[in-house]
């Protein structure tokens, strides 16, 4: 294990129930288990907000080769898992940190584990560390927030340029486009070194036979990419992980104290030479374990199949991972700037998928805006929070795009494409509720009868019936595709919601379409909706 400082001008105070280390400062413990090796950090945040990284290790376990394989993990890994835990359990005795006060991610092999719940069960029995179980939405969404975090000082030049955040691991690779520093898209791929492993062993005499393999496993992926979006115009390659912080190592320089820099010259360098040698020369002249070494080529040749894509001539690898973002989202008090950020690149990532389907940016623009207000000044009424405000600025984004498919029937095609579609940072579960609101913006009211409303949980299905009421009164108010009414307010009586604006032209198609559309309002909310 070895000890290293780093900086974090983070700033916050600490909401978590975390030990102190007798000078005020407290001290953070971070575990993330994951496909090839179980990891931990443990950090000291300072009562200024910043952090020093005080300790990390890393113990291989073969979970990845288990699950990829036989769907499930054996006991003798499972039991390797619990042992690897122990010792960390100890470890963090000294440090004055209980396991049930660690943060502890389990990512792709645990979660596509058949057996993940008796995992889970014991590793919480035998060691006490509380397991969660964190989806590729997830880890794109941690992933984010620490390399955002890493690079604060060069952020002025990231907003203003095209960038690709990638990150490849044993059961996934993960990768988010962004432009001009907006979120364009962000996909999690079930392609990872260990899935390859097995065909990668019976196929390959030579680092040359393995590149031709995998561009040929990753050729649709990348045909993909470039239907929607434009990779000529990626200025920054942004490479993430172990993998890529070992190229870092050998061919790059330090910049500052959370990343470094390669040229990209150096870096086809580096992997070449890389390609020269074996597994076990690569662990002599690299100084890095066996089990780093076998992943290592292959994580390489699938960066630089992308970066070969792109106009990228420098690579920046931030020194994180989804540990630092754990950090950052649940300890360090950064929750609201975060979320603030967080939201705006969701609402980027649905318009991104908006604009593939062609959707009335303007129409949708102002039926965002007018729903927004709408449920702003309703708080009381709905009960709902912030996570919901964002799904209807979402639902009212996309709620349209059917009509990519056909006007006829435009709602049900919309829930459909939503349904089968990736929004960053948006979970599956999320990302349902906003396509059973886009399918019940207009049309029949929401039943359980119905599908994909009836087999929501409870809460969820009272969340779709609020946010669908009120994004089918915003789409009434601009139901000509006009824009004529903006800067809605709102006044309850006891019966009756009456809703005034600043408008221009005759509003009669607009009255029309609340005669048309409020009755689901009115049964939700108990209000008739009252144009004056």
Do not use: C
Request: glycine share 8%; net charge neutral; no cysteine.
């Amino acid at each position: 294990m070895r000890k290293e400082n780093g900086a974090g001008s983070n700033k916050g105070n600490n909401s978590a129930h975390t030990p102190d280390n007798g000078s005020g400062d407290t001290v953070v413990a971070v575990i993330d288990v994951g496909s090839t090796a179980i990891r931990l950090v443990i950090l000291e945040l300072d009562a200024s907000g910043g952090y020093q990284r005080l300790d990390r290790a890393s113990r291989p376990v073969g979970l990845g080769r288990d699950v990829f394989i036989t769907k499930t993990i054996k006991a003798a890994s499972m039991m390797q898992a619990v042992q690897i835990m122990t010792g960390f359990a100890e470890l963090l005795k000294s440090w004055n940190i209980e396991p049930e006060d660690a943060y502890v991610v389990a990512t792709s092999a645990v979660r596509e584990a058949r057996n993940r719940d008796t995992f889970v069960d014991r590793i919480q029995t035998k060691t006490g560390f509380q397991v969660q179980i964190i989806d590729g939405v997830e880890e794109n969404h941690l992933t984010y927030i620490a390399v955002l975090h890493a690079v604060e000082n060069f952020r002025a030049s990231f907003s203003r340029s095209n960038s690709i955040i990638m990150e490849v691991g044993g059961g996934s690779t993960e990768l988010m486009i962004m432009y001009r520093g907006k979120m364009q898209a962000a996909q999690s791929l079930k392609v990872g070194t260990l899935r390859l492993e097995q065909q990668l062993k019976s196929r390959w005499d030579s680092g040359e036979n393995m590149e031709e393999f995998l561009r040929e496993q990753f050729r649709l992926h990348v045909a993909n990419l470039h239907t929607d979006s434009d990779l000529k115009r990626i200025r920054y390659f942004i490479m993430v992980g172990g993998d890529a912080r070992i190229a870092s190592y050998n061919s790059g320089e330090s910049v500052g104290e959370h990343y470094s820099i390669i040229k990209r010259d150096r870096f086809f360098d580096f992997v070449n030479a890389v390609q020269k040698k074996s597994v076990e020369e690569t662990v002599r002249d690299l100084g890095v374990t066996y089990n780093e070494a076998e992943g290592l080529l292959p994580a390489l040749l699938i960066f630089k199949i992308f970066l070969e894509e792109t106009s990228a001539q420098e690579i920046i690898v931030p020194d994180v991972s989804i540990r630092e973002g754990i950090l950052l989202r649940n300890v360090m008090g950064q929750t609201a700037a975060l979320d603030k950020n967080f939201a705006s690149q969701v609402v980027a990532s649905a318009l991104s998928l908006g604009r593939r389907y062609h959707i009335d940016e303007r129409h949708a623009q102002r039926v965002k805006e007018l729903s927004l207000q709408l449920y702003d000044q309703l708080s009381e009424e709905h009960g709902l929070g912030l996570r919901e405000r964002l799904y209807l600025e979402v639902a009212s984004q996309l709620h349209d795009v059917g009509y990519f498919i056909n006007q006829s029937g435009h709602h049900k095609h919309g829930q459909y494409i939503v349904a089968h579609s990736e929004i960053f940072g948006l979970s599956p579960e999320e990302i349902r509720i906003i396509s059973n609101v886009v399918r019940y913006h207009r049309g029949a009211k929401p039943v359980k009868s119905h599908l994909e409303f009836g087999t929501l949980p409870r809460q969820h299905r009272l969340a779709v019936m609020k946010l669908a009421a009120i994004l089918r009164v915003a789409d009434a108010l601009d139901r000509g595709h006009g824009q004529h009414f903006r800067n809605v307010k709102v006044e309850i009586d006891n019966t009756n919601m009456f809703i005034s604006g600043e408008h221009s032209g005759d509003l009669s198609i607009e009255r029309y379409g609340l005669n048309l559309k409020a009755g689901l309002f009115e049964e939700v909310y108990g209000y008739k909706v009252i144009l004056r």
